[in-house]
């Protein structure tokens, strides 16, 4: 196949260049670069079957004839899409109905990277699809909720009216190599603050809980989905849950630091709780993760710990 994939220059969308290289496809990686890095594509450098157009999605575009479609363009970390808040509004609506039409054109398949953030501060525990969920319409991250919210309802009215091949991940909190380590997520926050030995900051009492899921297992349910029938929104991320804290406590054993933890103020519409109900993808597409959260933090030391050390000899120069 010829594939298209929007953002394939960030953490998740390199990451699926790869695993489609790896499948033996074609890859057209489509990236302005706004909060992506050439850095996560750069071995793919002399594959031919890997070209790289700089160009942003929400402008109109045409890559020539394509297969497949993934859209994983957007900022995606709370520091991310909060600086850059029109733009994550822009690419979730105008961007994502410019890839719709690429692939209403091209007659390809089109796979969304959606976000358990459509369930907002969820009422219902775990979430299973079905839940609508629970979003601030005009709260801080409503830039990001509300676009990825949009973005699935224009994925399916082209399924609906023009007949296009969509599929829809909700993808929950994802970790591994090439997490941008200032991206204000738990586990970059972490692993940073425990590699440089600083204090951990844990917000509000840290039992709000989260559940992450190591991007190996991340990239394989989403391969998974793509190759399925299913038009409706489909869950694939890690159910074990744990605390704020009791991840600050793993992220010290793995790292071995001696780093303590540090309570800071609970920032505004933080979800109490997140967990995805993946029965679904275990019955669809047989899939489930296999990595725990402490061998997924062993796979990821050594690019944490070498970012880390860039990032403090680029603040000394
Ligand atoms: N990482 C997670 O835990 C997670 C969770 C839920 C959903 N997602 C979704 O997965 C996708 C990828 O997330 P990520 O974690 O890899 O984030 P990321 O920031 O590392 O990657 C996003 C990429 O999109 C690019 N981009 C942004 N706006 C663009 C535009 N207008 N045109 C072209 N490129 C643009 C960025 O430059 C970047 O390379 C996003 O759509 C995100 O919403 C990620």
């Known amino acids: 196949m010829r594939v298209l994939i929007t953002g394939g220059a960030g953490f998740l969308g390199s990451h699926l260049c790869d695993a489609m290289l790896a499948e033996g496809h074609s890859v057209i990686c489509s990236d302005s670069l706004l909060t992506g890095r050439m850095e996560n594509l750069a071995h793919h450098?002399?594959?031919?079957?890997?070209?790289?157009?700089?160009?942003?999605?929400?402008?109109?575009?045409?890559?020539?004839?394509?297969?497949?479609?993934?859209?994983?363009?957007?900022?995606?970390?709370?520091?991310?899409?909060?600086?850059?808040?029109?733009?994550?509004?822009?690419?979730?609506?105008?961007?994502?109905?410019?890839?719709?039409?690429?692939?209403?054109k091209h007659n390809a398949k089109f796979l969304l990277a959606s976000t358990s953030e459509c369930y907002g501060d969820p009422l219902e525990h775990p979430q299973k699809e079905s839940y609508w969920g629970h979003v601030n319409s005009i709260g801080p991250r409503s830039v990001y909720d509300e676009a990825k919210r949009f973005a699935e309802a224009a994925t399916m009215a082209y399924h609906r009216y023009h007949h296009v091949d969509t599929r829809m991940v909700r993808i929950f909190n994802t970790y591994g190599p090439r997490l941008q380590i200032d991206d204000g997520r738990v586990i970059s926050n972490f692993m940073k603050q425990a590699l440089r030995g600083e204090d951990l900051t844990v917000y509000g009492d840290g039992l709000q809980t989260r559940s992450f899921c190591y991007?190996?297992?991340?990239?394989?349910?989403?391969?998974?989905?793509?190759?399925?029938?299913?038009?409706?929104?489909?869950?694939?991320?890690?159910?074990?849950?744990?605390?704020i804290l009791e991840c600050a406590k793993v992220v010290l054993r793995v790292t071995g630091s001696a780093s303590k933890i540090r309570f800071e103020p609970l920032p505004q519409d933080d979800p109490r709780q997140r967990r995805p109900d993946i029965?679904?993808?275990?019955?669809?597409?047989?899939?489930?993760?296999?990595?725990?959260?402490?061998?997924?933090?062993?796979?990821?030391?050594?690019?944490?710990?070498?970012?880390?050390?860039?990032?403090?000899?680029?603040?000394?120069?």
């Open 279 to 317: 029965t679904k993808a275990r019955t669809l597409l047989n899939w489930e993760p296999k990595i725990d959260l402490s061998t997924g933090l062993q796979l990821s030391l050594d690019y944490f710990r070498a970012a880390v050390h860039a990032s403090s000899t680029a603040t000394l120069r």
């Open 45 to 104: 450098a002399h594959e031919p079957r890997f070209e790289f157009l700089p160009q942003d999605v929400c402008q109109p575009f045409d890559p020539g004839n394509i297969d497949y479609l993934f859209h994983f363009a957007s900022p995606a970390s709370p520091v991310d899409y909060l600086k850059h808040g029109i733009e994550t509004l822009r690419v979730g609506s105008a961007g994502t109905l410019n890839c719709l039409e690429i692939a209403k």
């Open 215 to 243: 991007v190996s297992d991340e990239v394989a349910g989403i391969v998974a989905l793509s190759k399925s029938d299913e038009h409706l929104p489909v869950n694939i991320g890690n159910p074990n849950e744990f605390t």
